[in-house]
């Protein structure tokens, strides 16, 4: 069985998606969640960059197709990394030159995974060229202003700005402020000028504050006592239910009413090997499918 096959069949067995074209695109959002896994400090990047750029595509005013196409493409954008070691990907230190030039294979395996796949049109752009940058100096092609897809110019952007605004082992995430400013001080050379105007727009409005630092609609990620912002609560959370902290495994207890309220209360306890393996919130794949299929049916269906 294909590693795409896999994920299709994983996608399959999840309830209320209609299409069997819904169950391939569920598969790569799947797919895409678990890459996200392997690093305990990015819980929620690929929801935060898909909510950033469908914020901003919608500012820009692009059609409501082009919309959702894009919060797909910031969902699957980092899909590549895939392809990365794990040694590189959860690097607490500067990372070497060498590792560096890794690092930045990314997106062209991301490009070689979407060869051939049915709904590649869909999303390449978004994976292959998202750290493209006006001034010609982004990677892996070196492309200049107009020649840089629209996907990609947007989910540049948020995907920059949510990397700014978490906390990484060495940092915590910088106020929304100061990486909105980083973003002005860079426009035209690491950050598209129009699309960044709008965006900053949309900061100073105070309309990515209820993303930054949560990883879906109303949930913040929450502390780990160890290692910071990194316990993931899923949407279908209860009281009771037992969560880990991806970089330590210390255990948590969720206590409180709704999702939206739940905190973690240290057990003590370590989790065994066993649970660690990465749960995709297919309750939250399953919401964006249902968003984006109705809307994205043309391309879904090839038409």
Same mark, same amino acid.
């Given at each position: 069985?294909?590693? /795409?096959?896999?994920?299709?069949?994983?996608?399959?067995?999840?309830?209320?998606?209609?299409?069997?074209?819904?169950?391939?695109?569920?598969?790569?959002?799947?797919?895409?969640?678990?890459?996200?896994?392997?690093?305990?400090?990015?819980?929620?990047?690929?929801?935060? %960059?898909?909510?950033?750029?469908?914020?901003?595509?919608?500012?820009?005013?692009?059609?409501?197709?082009? %919309?959702?196409?894009?919060?797909?493409?910031? /969902?699957?954008?980092?899909?590549?990394?895939?392809?990365?070691?794990?040694?590189?990907?959860?690097?607490?230190?500067?990372?070497?030159?060498?590792?560096?030039?890794?690092?930045?294979?990314?997106?062209?395996?991301?490009?070689?995974?979407?060869?051939? $796949?049915?709904?590649?049109?869909?999303?390449?752009?978004?994976?292959?060229?998202?750290?493209?940058?006006?001034?010609?100096?982004?990677?892996?092609?070196?492309?200049?202003?107009?020649?840089?897809?629209? %996907?990609?110019?947007?989910?540049?952007?948020?995907?920059?700005?949510?990397?700014?605004?978490?906390?990484?082992?060495?940092?915590?995430?910088?106020? %929304?402020?100061?990486?909105?400013?980083?973003?002005?001080?860079?426009?035209?050379?690491? /950050?598209?000028?129009?699309?960044?105007?709008?965006?900053?727009?949309?900061?100073?409005?105070?309309?990515?504050?209820?993303?930054?630092? $949560?990883?879906?609609?109303?949930?913040?990620?929450?502390?780990?006592?160890?290692?910071?912002?990194?316990?993931?609560?899923?949407?279908?959370?209860?009281?009771?239910?037992?969560?880990?902290?991806?970089?330590?495994?210390?255990?948590?207890?969720?206590?409180?009413?709704?999702?939206?309220?739940?905190?973690?209360?240290?057990?003590?306890?370590?989790?065994?090997?066993?649970?660690?393996?990465?749960?995709?919130?297919?309750?939250?794949?399953?919401?964006?499918?249902?968003?984006?299929?109705?809307?994205?049916?043309?391309?879904?269906?090839?038409?």
């Amino acid at each position: 069985m294909s590693l /795409f096959d896999f994920f299709r069949h994983r996608a399959t067995q999840q309830g209320g998606l209609g299409s069997q074209d819904e169950k391939v695109l569920a598969s790569l959002l799947v797919m895409a969640w678990v890459v996200e896994a392997r690093d305990p400090y990015t819980g929620g990047h690929l929801w935060r %960059v898909s909510r950033f750029s469908h914020l901003l595509a919608d500012k820009a005013g692009l059609s409501e197709e082009e %919309v959702a196409r894009i919060a797909v493409g910031g /969902f699957l954008h980092d899909l590549g990394k895939v392809g990365i070691p794990d040694a590189i990907l959860n690097k607490k230190d500067k990372l070497t030159d060498e590792e560096y030039a890794v690092i930045k294979t990314h997106p062209d395996v991301g490009r070689r995974m979407l060869a051939g $796949h049915p709904f590649s049109t869909l999303v390449l752009d978004a994976v292959f060229a998202h750290h493209e940058t006006p001034d010609g100096r982004g990677y892996p092609q070196g492309l200049r202003s107009g020649q840089i897809p629209v %996907v990609a110019r947007i989910v540049g952007i948020c995907d920059a700005f949510d990397a700014m605004t978490s906390s990484r082992p060495y940092r915590r995430g910088m106020a %929304v402020e100061k990486a909105l400013s980083i973003i002005r001080d860079n426009l035209g050379r690491q /950050f598209d000028g129009e699309f960044g105007e709008q965006f900053l727009a949309l900061g100073e409005a105070g309309r990515l504050d209820h993303v930054v630092g $949560h990883t879906d609609e109303g949930i913040p990620l929450r502390e780990c006592l160890m290692c910071g912002p990194v316990v993931v609560i899923q949407k279908n959370a209860k009281p009771g239910d037992l969560v880990h902290c991806p970089a330590c495994s210390s255990e948590y207890r969720l206590e409180g009413d709704a999702a939206e309220q739940l905190k973690p209360v240290a057990t003590g306890a370590k989790v065994s090997p066993g649970r660690l393996a990465p749960r995709p919130d297919e309750t939250l794949i399953r919401g964006l499918v249902q968003q984006s299929a109705r809307l994205l049916s043309p391309a879904l269906s090839g038409g």
